[in-house]
């Protein structure tokens, strides 16, 4: 046993020996001298902690957090670095999309899948138009089934009635 101690004590360090000079710390800054030099609240730069802001020393209980203002703008200047490619590359893919959907709307007008909105209208115009006609000729047809004094009594009855109901339907109320 008494072996053992004088071990221990052999390899402890002499209290009189010289001690070597501490390594040379960057400067470091603390939470709100960090936040005072890149002009941010004391919040955001909680908030960069939480994000994963380089720190010399942790903060907790009694302890203050400590920066390298270096190393701290390094890594600000990466995310502003890594934001910019992200926002370069979002818009490269919205153009890719935009590119494809292109092609696709090319070939389906091709492939007459769709057709032109004008070309649309112009032909529902004419069978509306065709409609139109063939409604308003139902007065004199069904007018020449009464006897002759009431056919004129019988057909304006009917114009007055059909053309109520085209001017209902129509989008600027002329019947048309």
């Not at 908030?47 to 720190?55: F, M, S, V, Y």
């Not at 926002?87 to 153009?95: E, T």
Request: with cysteine; aromatic share 4%; hydrophobic share 40%.
């Amino acid at each position: 046993m008494a072996r053992t101690a004088r071990t221990r004590r052999e390899r402890k360090p002499s209290r009189t020996a010289s001690a070597k000079p501490a390594p040379k710390k960057s400067k470091s800054i603390n939470k709100r001298e960090l936040a005072a030099l890149i002009g941010v609240s004391v919040t955001a730069v909680d908030g960069w902690i939480a994000r994963g802001c380089p720190a010399i020393e942790r903060g907790g209980l009694g302890r203050r957090w400590r920066f390298d203002p270096d190393a701290v703008r390094a890594w600000l200047e990466s995310r502003r670095h890594g934001r910019t490619e992200h926002a370069l590359r979002a818009q490269q893919i919205r153009l890719a999309r935009a590119r494809a959907d292109r092609i696709e709307l090319d070939l389906a007008i091709k492939r007459e899948d769709i057709v032109d909105a004008r070309d649309v209208e112009a032909a529902l115009s004419e069978e509306y138009s065709k409609l139109r006609e063939q409604l308003l000729s139902i007065p004199d047809r069904a007018a020449s089934h009464f006897p002759a004094a009431d056919r004129d009594r019988v057909r304006e009855i009917l114009v007055a009635i059909l053309r109520a109901s085209l001017d209902a339907l129509s989008p600027n109320g002329d019947g048309g």
